[in-house]
């Protein structure tokens, strides 16, 4: 049925319950599974005051070191539940202002072809407003989503 499945990931608790609701059904599936990270692109952040502008010191480079040592705290306990589980699992770091972009452009680039994430569930007029990534993967994916709460 499915052999690769897209986990995607923001660190956050609701995403760490998919990824342990997505590796059972990984080891039922005999699927890999390619854990997901995305980062936003470093932008100099500019403060003011007045009419004085003031840019943060962070460069680019340093700004990399910083994502790349995140990513490895988010995506490192994951590679090892699943390496407990005994399921091949691949993690993936990209550099994206866009997670729902990244997310479809990571499962068409690792050849997924499932997508299995969370969702806040959130409605009304306060989803509408949030704009939810999930909501945003649904409408944009052309491969099955499964949404988990």
Not at 12 to 21: T, Y
Not at 68 to 80: I, M, Q, T
Not at 131 to 144: A, D, F, Y
Request: proline fraction near 5%.
């Amino acid at each position: 049925m499915y052999t690769d499945l897209l986990v995607p990931t923001d660190g956050s608790k609701l995403s760490a319950k998919a990824i342990v609701q997505a590796l059972p059904l990984a080891k039922a599936l005999k699927a890999r599974v390619v854990v997901l990270y995305a980062t936003p692109m470093y932008k100099p952040e500019e403060l003011i005051d007045g009419g004085a502008r003031f840019y943060l010191s962070t460069t680019k480079a340093e700004y990399a070191a910083m994502a790349a040592r995140e990513a490895h705290r988010v995506l490192k306990p994951a590679a090892d539940m699943a390496a407990a589980a005994e399921i091949e699992c691949k993690t993936v770091h990209v550099v994206s202002d866009s997670p729902w972009r990244a997310i479809i452009a990571a499962a068409k680039a690792q050849k997924c072809d499932a997508i299995v994430m969370a969702s806040h569930g959130r409605r009304g007029v306060s989803g509408l407003l949030l704009g939810s990534e999930t909501q945003k993967v649904l409408t944009h994916s052309t491969i099955p989503v499964l949404v988990l709460r």
